[in-house]
């Protein structure tokens, strides 16, 4: 399966073709909480594919500081080189400790028990994570029609599962069984609780 995210707009509002309908569709209700937020680039999985430990989540969230860090050169150049998969001393670029964004922050909250024991450096090579909707708002909220683009974060998980990573369900269990029926009978699964 092709890499969607290739394809998408170098301009706002950030939205692959494929899914603009699904958005349409979901802008329509939930409230400023669940809005989509295209105004900013998507981050649909993060980290190299080859990764032997997959972390799965919900969404990205959304933060008041994301606009502007959005629109700086150097995050925005590291995370279009995620999206295409091209080589990076960070690929899990939200721990390189040149970058100030909110996700670094919380990404090193989350990630926090197992930095203290590994170094980053090798920490943001071994791990990806995958999220189950790959735009970002403030809440996540089930889409009413899945995007098209949310059948590559499924493709994703099954080539981990197949080269026998380690799969971490960090939020969304029920809905990433769903999508992926095979994940639930995986030997290598942990699925964490909130």
């Not at 979901?26 to 997959?54: I, M, N, Q």
């Not at 922050?105 to 980053?120: F, I, K």
Request: glycine share 4%; proline share 9%; net charge positive.
């Amino acid at each position: 399966m092709q890499n969607p995210w290739m394809r998408l707009p170098v301009r706002a509002p950030y939205v692959l073709d494929c899914d603009a309908a699904s958005l349409a569709d979901r802008r329509a209700g939930g409230g400023e909480d669940h809005r989509v937020h295209t105004e900013v680039l998507p981050e649909p999985f993060v980290g190299a594919f080859s990764a032997p430990v997959v972390l799965l989540a919900l969404n990205p969230g959304f933060s008041d500081d994301d606009t502007a860090v959005h629109a700086r050169p150097e995050f925005r150049m590291r995370l279009l080189a995620n999206l295409h998969q091209e080589p990076m001393p960070f690929p899990f670029y939200p721990l390189d400790p040149a970058l100030d964004c909110p996700a670094r922050r919380w990404w090193e909250r989350t990630l926090a028990a197992l930095l203290r024991e590994v170094p980053r450096e090798v920490v943001a090579r071994r791990v990806q994570c995958i999220e189950y909707f790959g735009y970002h708002s403030r809440r996540f909220t089930q889409p009413r029609s899945p995007c098209e683009s949310q059948r590559y974060a499924f493709h994703l998980l099954r080539r981990a599962m197949m080269r026998g990573a380690m799969v971490v369900v960090l939020r969304g269990a029920r809905l990433w069984f769903a999508a992926v029926p095979r994940l639930r009978a995986y030997e290598r699964l942990a699925v964490l609780r909130n």
